[in-house]
């Protein structure tokens, strides 16, 4: 399943030039893809292009049947793909499969919604006029995906823009691009058509801006950093592309007093350590009511130093190595900035023994405003908590922020619940849960976190555009 070759116009290619890929749990290299760059990316734009129109314009059973069948064949060689995306990105090898099964969520979902890209007919404001809306993709897609995930975001972009009748060039993150690959293979095995998807890997700034620069790309869709995101928005300018912006995150995770501790400790833990906390909606920032802080910091202390570090192939390993160690760093930055500044240690605190790459989980106490790991996104195994004393004041610590992806709380009164749920600046709100992920929802961010929708039925409308008809009866 390691292809060490790009996809371009139906042909698996190369160019002589490499980029090593490595397992972060090891260090080791475990293969090469190809170094491409301006020119393949503009040859892939082409195939794009040619491919799409006899894409777009078969009947949308036919699109999901396809759709449907890179699912099947998705979970059936889940364990390959799985123990793939583990050894090039660390995760504990049942995380992998969730995530396989999550990717592969996409492509059946969106197949059933390829055939529900409905038009419209809008009442005229005329005897004599007739309004009418039809739904169009969008054209071809350039899709730029993160390390984290690297099924899932993939998915979650090839998936709808194959549905609604869209050619796509994909760019994955070279720290991760086997299993991105090993999809694109299985989407050609499924009967997508040669030269419809495409996957480059290689320079990101020279492949990038050519999906920016090129105007045949009429939208961008992209994963990752917001520093990056608003290069991407930037450069997308010029030539007035669509796009769609997952990006940073800061999820505050608020326990009122009211709250069953145990289920909000199982939240937490879901939602702070999976991935090792490299995911965009890990909790970041944990707000606890003054009467249950103690209570809180105690019980999720217990739970959490039941969590096994170490290499993702081991069996009962929960949290694996982090990307690389400029990730170790920053969590350590964290940690210490915030102790610096009159933070305490609970829990972890450094490195773990198993690797460079391996952080001990941490929890840190008596945390404040002003402490960098309450402005920044850690993405890394550590928890601080902060007090609070009234509801007003919780909300208005977590809308302090310039980012408004995720947000979890944790409550039992209805008007306390409602009030929270209103009150909170996010795309999306878990409540009493701190999982929140599913392919039915739409997943996105408001403020800095992004532009757009991925998942559910508002996902697809990402990928169409409307053309509105006024006919004018005689
Ligand atoms: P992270 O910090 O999560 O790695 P990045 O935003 O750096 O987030 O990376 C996300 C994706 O964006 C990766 O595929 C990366 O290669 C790509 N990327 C980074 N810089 C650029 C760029 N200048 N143009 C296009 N893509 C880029």
Request: hydrophobic share 45%; aromatic share 8%.
């Amino acid at each position: 399943m390691k292809r060490e070759q790009c996809f371009i116009a139906g042909e698996w290619v190369g160019n002589g030039e490499w980029i090593a890929v490595d397992n972060p749990a090891t260090g080791g290299i475990i293969g090469r893809v190809p170094a491409l760059g301006r020119e393949e990316s503009r040859r892939a734009i082409e195939a794009a292009a040619m491919a799409m129109p006899a894409w777009a314009a078969r009947p949308a059973g036919e699109r999901a049947a396809i759709l449907q069948r890179i699912a099947a064949l998705m979970l059936e060689r889940a364990d390959d793909l799985a123990a793939l995306l583990t050894e090039e990105q660390g995760k504990p090898l049942a995380e992998a499969k969730g995530e396989i099964a999550y990717a592969a969520s996409f492509f059946q979902w969106f197949g059933e919604e390829a055939k529900r890209a409905y038009g419209d007919i809008i009442p005229g404001p005329m005897p004599d006029r007739r309004i009418m809306v039809l739904k169009h993709p969008v054209g071809v897609v350039a899709a730029i995906t993160p390390w984290n995930f690297p099924a899932a975001m993939v998915a979650r972009k090839l998936a709808p823009a194959l549905a609604a009748g869209c050619g796509v060039v994909l760019k994955p993150s070279e720290l991760t691009p086997f299993t991105a690959l090993a999809i694109a293979q299985i989407a050609d095995e499924a009967g997508v058509p040669r030269g419809l998807l495409n996957v480059v890997t290689g320079d990101a700034r020279e492949i990038g801006a050519e999906m920016t620069g090129n105007p045949v790309v009429r939208k961008i869709s992209f994963t990752g950093s917001t520093a990056v995101g608003r290069l991407l928005m930037e450069l997308a300018s010029r030539s007035i592309k669509k796009l769609s912006l997952e990006l940073g995150g800061n999820a505050p995770f608020i326990v009122f007093d009211d709250a069953d501790l145990d289920a909000a400790v199982t939240g937490a833990i879901q939602s702070k350590y999976r991935n090792a906390g490299q995911t965009c909606v890990c909790a970041n920032r944990f707000y606890v009511q003054a009467g249950v802080y103690d209570a809180f910091a105690g019980k999720l202390a217990t739970a959490t130093a039941k969590l096994r570090v170490g290499e993702g192939t081991r069996t009962g390993v929960d949290i694996g190595p982090l990307i690389d160690e400029r990730a170790v760093a920053k969590v350590q930055r964290h940690v210490d900035d915030a102790v610096a500044k009159g933070a305490r240690i609970v829990l972890g605190g450094g490195p773990a023994p198993d690797g460079p790459r391996f952080f001990t989980p941490t929890i840190l106490r008596d945390v404040k405003p002003g402490m960098q790991v309450l402005e920044e996104e850690t993405f890394g195994p550590l928890a601080p908590l902060v007090k609070f004393d009234d509801d007003a004041e919780a909300i208005a610590l977590a809308n302090d922020s310039e980012f408004g992806l995720a947000a979890y709380f944790y409550a039992r009164d209805v008007n306390r619940i409602w009030r929270a749920a209103e009150g909170i600046e996010s795309g999306i709100v878990g409540i009493n849960t701190g999982l929140i992920s599913t392919e039915v929802a739409p997943f996105g961010g408001v403020k800095q976190s992004g532009i757009g929708r991925e998942g559910s039925r508002y996902g697809l409308d990402d990928y169409l555009e409307l053309k509105y008809l006024c006919l004018s009866l005689a």
